[in-house]
């Protein structure tokens, strides 16, 4: 039966890909014949209208564009024009790196407030002050004080990966059976064995979705923190292709970006669902 809906919804999501396509290539044919047979529209559109083309590309050409891109995704022809291979290595190691540097502070740390009444008291406000600051406010202050825009990004990814999983690791420790952590006390279970043994296992599902809403929440800013900083990654492709008038270009990288943004919290779900399964 879970075979049989699967196939069906991906049936369903072929024909809406299909017809979405359609439309589309309907559309931009419709305003190409509009332009080829007024001239005064022409003069209104400027040049693009003037070729008879419509300023919106169709799927044939963004197509051709994304062979064009994976024939040579690796190129390097100078600062301002390198393959999209490169530039989305670029984005994936900043996020990586933040990202990781992330867990490496967000995981004792929540642990810490989850396991100490105390602490999650004291570093409440602390957290609730920052917490609802947009990431990249911060990048002004990591390019004055960093004065590096490659690492400028890489800390603004940080901060946006924190607060999910702190708070999550915070909640799963938290939220572990009082009666488990009696049972360890009774046997004399040291603090950092009970962590590792009995409130890691039982929260790893919580901290785990803290980590997928990190990662899907540094995806998405990278972007923009490229955009600002500029230099390389896929948010920099992305304004390099706009400042081009390259549309094809930029839905092309929209496209990249959101198969990667896929895989990476497709990642995370089955590592979710397998401690899931497991416990």
Known sequence: MGRFLALRGAIVSLMLLAGFLFVWHQATRGVAAVQAMSPEYA?????????????????????????????????DNGPNDKGIGIQLAYSIARVMTGYLLAVLAALPIGFLIGMSPLMSRALDPFIQLLKPVSPLA???????????????AIFVIFI????????????????VR???????????????????????????????????????????????????????????????????LSISNVIN?????????MALDLILARLTRAVTFQE
């Open 43 to 75: 003069k209104l559109m400027g040049a693009a209208a003037t070729q008879g083309t419509s300023a919106m590309p169709g799927p044939l050409e963004v197509g051709a564009k994304l062979l064009e891109h994976l024939r040579r995704p690796f190129y």
């Open 138 to 152: 911060w990048m002004p202050l990591a390019l004055y004080t960093i004065k590096d825009s490659s690492l400028s």
């Open 160 to 175: 946006c990966s924190l607060w999910p999983m702190l708070i999550n690791t915070a909640f799963g420790v938290a939220s």
């Open 178 to 244: 009082r009666e488990w952590l009696n049972v360890a006390r009774t046997l004399e279970v040291g603090t950092l064995r009970r962590a590792f043994t009995i409130i890691l296992p039982a929260a790893a599902p919580t901290i785990l979705t803290g980590m997928r809403i990190s990662i899907g929440i540094a995806w998405l800013v990278i972007v923009a923190a490229e955009m600002l900083v500029g230099g390389t990654g896929i948010g920099y492709f992305v304004w390099n292709e706009w400042n081009n």
């Open 253 to 261: 990288a929209i496209l990249v970006i959101g198969v990667v943004g």
